[in-house]
């Protein structure tokens, strides 16, 4: 059974920093795509960052600047550094990976709470 398990949220200062991970288990093989994502009480979820197993990252365009996503050696461990943190990014964000053959896994989901 596959899962994914978020860890390092918490609450943080504004333009302060935190930094994410996200472990993989019960895969013995690299996941195509792992991304971080976050949601807001009453609204969608949405995408801040990707990173495919050749290291190609995408992020969101107001997160691009201050966060920074990697997945060393490729393995199945993310993380997502976030500096300069303020208040909008209070969210719950969750780890989310693809395998190449079409399935799709979340995690639980980290707290993210910044106070201004």
């Known amino acids: 059974q596959v899962q994914l398990v978020e860890s390092g949220g918490g609450l943080v200062q504004a333009g302060g920093f935190l930094r994410l991970s996200c472990a993989a288990s019960g895969i013995v093989f690299s996941f195509n795509v792992m991304g971080w994502y976050r949601q807001a009480p009453g609204k969608e979820r949405e995408l801040v960052a990707s990173?495919?197993?050749?290291?190609?990252?995408n992020y969101a365009e107001a997160m691009k600047d201050r966060f920074t996503i990697s997945r060393p050696n490729a393995r199945n461990t993310m993380y997502l550094q976030m500096n300069s943190l303020n208040a909008e990014d209070t969210e719950v964000y969750y780890c989310?990976?693809?395998?190449?053959?079409?399935?799709?896994?979340w995690g639980q989901g980290t707290h993210v709470t910044v106070s201004s």
């Open positions: 990173i495919t197993s050749g290291g190609m990252t």
């Open positions: 989310k990976a693809a395998t190449r053959y079409g399935a799709n896994y």
